[in-house]
Nanobody
Framework: QVQLVESGGGLVQAGGSLRLSCATS????????MGWYRQAPGKQRELVAT???????DYADSVKGRFTISRDIAKNTVYLQMNSLKPEDTAVYYC????????????????WGQGTLVTVSS
């Protein structure tokens, strides 16, 4: 059973920085991909950034150039470095993992963290 534990959320002023961490059981090297989503009040959950097992990264247009997703295989942890934060970045951020159960057919399960609140004040 894969579990994700998030940390790093909090309150920060606009223009500041924050780093979120997502620790997972097992090895993140074996996962198809990991990523971060966020859900702001009154809005749908949206993709923020993903990183594949091959280190390919993708970002939402709204965070390109400001956010960076990375991983530390030795620590089984994925990070989201958030710079130049804006009030519109305020949301609950969720860690996500695509966990393989059949690699030959590229079948996987989605696992979610509990979410961590990021509040950016103006």
């Amino acid at each position: 059973q894969v579990q994700l534990v998030e940390s790093g959320g909090g309150l920060v002023q606009a223009g500041g920085s924050l780093r979120l961490s997502c620790a997972t059981s097992g090895s993140i090297f074996s996962h198809r991909a990991m990523g971060w989503y966020r859900q702001a009040p009154g809005k749908q959950r949206e993709l923020v950034a993903t990183i594949s097992s091959g280190e390919r990264t993708d970002y939402a247009d709204s965070v390109k150039g400001r956010f960076t997703i990375s991983r530390d295989i030795a620590k089984n942890t994925v990070y989201l470095q958030m710079n130049s934060l804006k009030p519109e970045d305020t949301a609950v951020y969720y860690c996500n993992a695509e966990v393989y159960y059949d690699t030959l057919s590229d079948r996987y399960r989605l696992v979610w963290g509990q979410g961590t609140l990021v509040t950016v004040s103006s």
